[in-house]
Structures are given as C-alpha cells and as structure tokens.
C-alpha cells in the first residue's frame, strides 16, 4: 500500500493540469498580499485632514439638530409600537444615537491580526473549490484516457487502488495549502512590519491569524479527499464542475431560500463556521395575527465543532458511495 501510495503521490506532482492549478493558487495567494500591503498603510495625513473636515461638519450638524434627531426618532417608534402586533420588538435605537466621533470618519487603525485573520479567511472559498477541482481532475483524468483499466491489470486490488488515489490527493495538497497560506502570512506580517502597525489595535473579531491559517490547511486535505471521490464517481472533470457549481447555485443559492431548515446543513456555512471558529445565520419567523402576518429575523449560530463534524461526515459519506461504485462499475 505504501509502495502504491508513493507511485500515486508522483503522479499527482506531475500532472501539468495540476501544476498549473497550483501555480493559479499560489499566484492568487500573492495577489493577496498586495491587499495586505493596502491595509497595512495608515492612512495619509491628506486622508486624515479630508476626515477631520467631513468631521467637524457632523459635529457641528449634530450639536444643531441632534436633539431634533433623538425627539423625532422616539415619536416614530412610540407612533409604530402602537401599531405593532407586538411593541417589544419595535426598537430603533434612539438611546443609541450620539455624536459623530473623529474615529467613525477616519476608521480602525490597521490590525496585523484582526485583518489578516480575515483576509485568510475570505482565501478559504479558494482554498476549498481549488483542492476539489485539482483532485477530482487527477481521478477523473484516468478514467477520460481509459490508464484506469491498465492500471488496474498491475494492482487488481481495487480498494487499494482507490484508497491510494484518494490518499494521494489528499496529501499532495497539503504542501500546496500550507505554502499558500504562509505567503499570505509572511508577505502580510512584512507589510505590516514595515507600516509599524502590527500592535496597532487588538484582534477582537477573528481568531488569531496563525490559528486561522492552520485550520485552512487542515481543511484542504479533507475536500481533495471529497474531491477524488467525485472523480471516481462522475469520472470526468467537467461533470465534477458542473457537480459542484450545481450544488452551488442551486443548494447554497436558490434551494436555501425557499426551505430554511437547510440552512445549517450548507457546505459554505459549515466550511466558515470551521475556518472562523463559529458561523451566524438568520431565519424568519412568522405569526398570524387578526391584523395580517407579523416576521422577524431570528439569529442562530453554528459552532465551530458542528461545522468540523458536518465536513468530516460528508465527505466520509461520498467518499464510502465512491467506494462501493468502483467496486462494482465497469470501468471500460
């Protein structure tokens, strides 16, 4: 098995489809260090001087008309909670509003670990459709030039066989991902050096960048393993294209909007819930009352154990059907 795993992994490395995913995945990486060198930057004194003026004109704007703001707004949430189904859920914030603060006009100082923490994770759609794509293209590619059926005359065995490709995707997109994600880090811990902004403000929002990081490499692995059993199933690769951009658009995009029950089952809200640490999402909830049909938005959160359990489940899942089907399909 072993001996089959290292023929399989040199096969993977060398596939000229895969090697110029690789290169689009790292080139995208480096791409996103650029952004980083963006937000490292504080602002410029031009900048900050534009700020301070559109400032001082909500200041003043406020200590003219801010008591006229708070009145008008109570009147109109006094006047619609007498109105409402139920006034407890009527609350415009009134209480809330106060003066314009020169921050809200100039921004949050720049963070190397609140954005860079964020930045890896806005990675993590590529760092998700770019394993499934590259490890189903490696299995479906054996099947598109028949080599599976030769292939299958030097090792009979076909579990073997299967388990070897499978594990070979998986593992050949370790290094991949962690090169990735490390260029993300180092180019933005860099860029962040060289603003002196990496203390600037506390990470408060995201996990730290590192932890983060680690996740998304975790992660990798998992969906090429999904990915391969794609392959084995829909053995072309614009079928396991077109498999995944139909889950897409139609489950995540238009299925979840006509039944909400599905919605903590989605592969996209499962995959940010494990990179972030947890995932929000939001139903409606509806009563009829004699007066017409009152909704609200109620907010659920999806932990980030639930998100690691769903992954590991679905892709054992499909990856067992994948099994059973090679066991039995014809492969000519």
């Excluded at 060198?37 to 003043?60: F, G, H, I, K, N």
């Excluded at 819930?273 to 909704?295: D, F, H, L, M, R």
């Amino acid at each position: 098995m072993s001996r089959l795993l290292r023929v399989e992994l040199d096969r993977f490395a060398s596939r000229a489809l895969i090697r110029a995913g690789v290169v689009a995945v790292l080139v995208i990486c480096c791409f996103a260090v650029v952004s980083a060198w963006s937000s490292a930057s504080p602002p410029s004194q031009a900048e900050q001087d534009q700020a301070r003026v559109y400032y001082e004109q909500a200041l003043t704007d406020w200590e003219q008309n801010g008591e006229q703001y708070v009145a008008d707004c109570r009147a109109q949430e006094e006047a619609d909670k007498e109105t409402a189904d139920d006034p407890g859920l009527v609350d415009y914030g009134c209480d809330e509003m106060t003066a314009p603060k020169l921050q809200d006009w100039i921004g949050g100082a720049p963070s190397f670990g609140r954005d860079t923490a964020a930045l890896l994770t806005s990675l993590s759609l590529l760092l998700v459709l770019a394993p499934v794509l590259l490890a189903g293209s490696f299995v479906s590619a054996e099947f598109s030039t028949g080599s599976i059926a030769n292939w299958l005359t030097f090792a009979p065995r076909r579990v073997r066989v299967y388990l070897s490709k499978v594990l070979a995707a998986g593992l050949g997109i370790i290094p991949v991902a962690a090169v990735g994600v490390a260029i993300v880090l180092g180019g933005s811990w860099l860029a962040y050096r060289n603003f002196d902004t990496i203390n600037a403000e506390a990470s408060t929002d995201l996990d730290s960048p590192v932890a983060v990081a680690l996740r998304l490499v975790a992660l990798t692995p998992v969906v090429a393993v999904l990915g391969a059993a794609l392959g084995f199933l829909a053995r072309h690769t614009a079928a396991v294209l077109g498999i995944v951009l139909g889950w897409v658009v139609l489950v995540e995009g238009i299925l979840v909007n006509w039944v909400q029950a599905l919605r903590p089952w989605t592969l996209t809200l499962n995959i940010s819930a494990w990179v972030s640490g947890s995932a929000p999402y939001w139903t409606q909830e509806c009563t009829t009352t004699a007066s017409g049909q009152s909704c609200r938005s109620v907010e659920h959160v999806l932990s980030q154990t639930q998100g690691a359990v769903y992954l590991l489940v679905l892709t054992a899942v499909v990856a067992g059907v994948a099994l059973l089907v090679f066991r039995r399909r014809d492969v000519g």
